[in-house]
């Protein structure tokens, strides 16, 4: 992997923008986006996801990265990460696979846009818990803290949210050049 390459993961909870905000930042940095493997994955699925799914989907993540890095311009932006993986697990299945707990410290990302769930929760087949959005948003908290991540929370709607996301990057990228 380059180590050039700043790792911008754009997390959150369902429904709160992640594949549009991932999408637009790209265009607007002019680099590549990672897409959630998950998505792709469970669009396929004719049932019920299992542990040995939760694994394929993390395994899938972390090869379509390695597949895109080499394309970014700068910056990687990645759509949810494999974190999202072990907060599935730990909800469904009462705990993380062990791969994935163990790729938590040496995978990480450079700056985390936590999108938050001011956002109008929009239906979607591949979404379960809409009433849960506060819940999950704690845990994404709770996670990123735990791994002493650098995050912001992106809040508001349209174009406001892009420029609150914008305006955290540019923020972040103007103070790591200075380190």
């Known amino acids: 992997m380059d180590k050039n ?19 637009y930042l790209a265009e607007h ?6 897409p959630e493997y998950a998505r792709e994955y469970c669009e396929s699925l004719n049932r019920e996801y299992t542990w040995d799914d939760e694994l394929n989907m993390f ?5 379509l ?11 990687l932006i990645c759509d949810t990460t494999f974190i999202t993986i072990k907060i599935w697990s730990d909800h469904l299945f009462g705990r993380s696979p062990q791969e994935v707990l163990d790729k938590l410290a040496s995978h990480p990302y450079d700056l985390y846009l936590l999108l938050d769930i001011d956002m109008p929760w ?12 506060e819940h999950f948003m704690a845990i994404w908290h709770s996670e990123l803290q735990a791994l002493n991540a650098d ?15 914008v305006n ?12």
């Open 29 to 34: 940095y002019h680099t590549i986006w990672v």
């Open 122 to 133: 929009q239906d979607d087949p591949l979404r379960d818990f809409p009433d849960l959005r």
């Open 65 to 75: 990265e390695e597949k895109l890095i080499p394309r970014a311009n700068k910056l």
């Open 168 to 179: 955290a990057v540019d923020s972040w990228l103007k103070s790591s050049s200075k380190k």
């Open 5 to 23: 390459i700043i790792k911008i993961a754009v997390v959150g909870p369902e429904s709160t923008g992640k594949s549009t905000m991932a999408a």
């Open 151 to 165: 995050y912001k929370v992106i809040s508001g709607l349209g174009a406001e949210r892009y420029a609150n996301a």
């Open 59 to 63: 395994y899938g993540q972390l090869a």
